[in-house]
């Protein structure tokens, strides 16, 4: 396996990722996995290697990076209201900036398997049926963003 600690540039800053992936036979599929509240840690870098192990590059991105490089998450109540404070600087809008980022950077690496106007039709499928599952029996906008139009301006 091939390993990277790799910082991806964004809009917002440098986010460190883990990049993880065979070593012959390329080029692979990519999956991109994101971490759960308590953050990227080790037990994620392990669950991303096994997965890669399968015939995937895999990065695993830490979207806490716009207020740490580094979340260490306590199983303490101290520690779960730390991390309960980390989720609210995040949001559907952030992580959708995030992944094009990551997009940006997949598409540049000669290991991942590229596809015509797959990072577009992605992008957009995902983030309809994200808005579709949880924001439309509520309401169209999440903090004043229409996904809609925004992410069918953003793909033409």
């Not at 091939?2 to 964004?10: A, F, K, S, V």
């Not at 991105?61 to 303490?76: I, Q, S």
Request: aromatic letters at 8%; hydrophobic letters at 40%; one cysteine or more.
């Amino acid at each position: 396996m091939i390993e990277h600690h790799l910082d991806i540039q964004t809009q917002d800053g440098l986010m460190n990722t883990f990049v993880t992936h065979p070593e012959e036979n390329g080029p692979f599929p990519v999956v991109l996995f994101y971490m759960d509240a308590p953050g990227k840690r080790e037990e994620l870098h392990d669950m991303a290697r096994r997965i890669a192990t399968t015939g995937y590059v895999v990065v695993l991105p830490n979207l806490y990076y716009r207020k740490t490089k580094e979340f260490v998450w306590a199983r303490t109540d101290a520690g779960m209201k730390a991390m309960f404070e980390m989720t609210k600087h995040l949001s559907l809008e952030l992580i959708m900036q995030d992944t094009a980022a990551l997009l940006d950077f997949v598409d540049g690496i000669r290991c991942c398997q590229q596809r015509p106007s797959w990072r577009r039709r992605l992008l957009h499928e995902r983030a309809l049926r994200v808005q579709s599952r949880w924001l439309l029996p509520r309401t169209n906008r999440l903090r004043g963003l229409d996904l809609r139009r925004e992410l069918t301006h953003q793909t033409r």
